[in-house]
């Protein structure tokens, strides 16, 4: 399969099962496919990313070659949707510090701005607590950010997702 056949398969719902299966065998594929993900700026490039999101529900191993590139595309990603499933796929995953610096200020900003989607800011949400693991002395202030944004800009997501984290933040 060629990337031009690549992207056109992508093109199409109904190939979804079919290129989920067939890229999680091969790696020459999902290359391609994290290729398109990252880098590709055709319209339907954020059905890439999906694809990638659904791969790392059966095979996340696939994806850890690529954290440090996603998390370098994240940053400066313009394309709402692809944003929203990369900052996905990086809540899923162990960081490394290296990963975890670069990552807090991002995360942060995404988490209290008014122009980020709902799913953008829940996964942001969920990158910060998960630092917060690893980094317990961040955990006050994480803690006070999501509370801030849970009483002055929630929305049913935020709200949930917050309350939840909240609990585990405040558990010793």
């Known amino acids: 399969m060629t990337k031009e056949e690549l992207i056109s398969l ?15 065998k091969s790696p020459e594929y999902y290359n391609m496919l994290i290729d398109i993900a990252l880098y ?10 999906y ?11 696939l994806l850890l070659s690529f954290l440090n590139k996603i ?15 990369f900052l996905k796929l990086i809540s899923q995953n162990e ?7 670069e990552l807090f200020d991002f995360c942060v900003n995404t988490l209290i701005s008014a122009k980020e989607t709902v799913a953008a800011r829940v996964h942001a949400m969920q990158i910060l607590y ?13 803690l006070a950010i999501i509370e801030h944004e ?8 935020i709200a ?13």
């Open 10 to 24: 992508i093109d199409s719902w109904e190939n979804m099962a079919f290129l989920v299966s067939e890229i999680s």
């Open 40 to 49: 590709d700026s055709i319209q339907k490039s954020w059905r890439a990313a």
């Open 51 to 61: 694809l990638v999101d659904l791969i790392n529900d059966t095979k996340p191993t």
């Open 71 to 85: 998390i370098d595309q994240v940053k400066i990603e313009k394309n709402e949707s692809k944003r929203r499933h």
């Open 95 to 101: 960081l490394s510090q290296e990963q975890q610096g």
């Open 130 to 142: 998960n630092i917060s693991l690893t980094e317990p002395e961040l955990k006050p202030e994480i």
């Open 150 to 157: 849970i009483e002055n800009h929630s929305t049913p997501g």
């Open 160 to 172: 949930s997702r917050g309350k939840k984290l909240v609990t585990k933040l405040k558990m010793p």
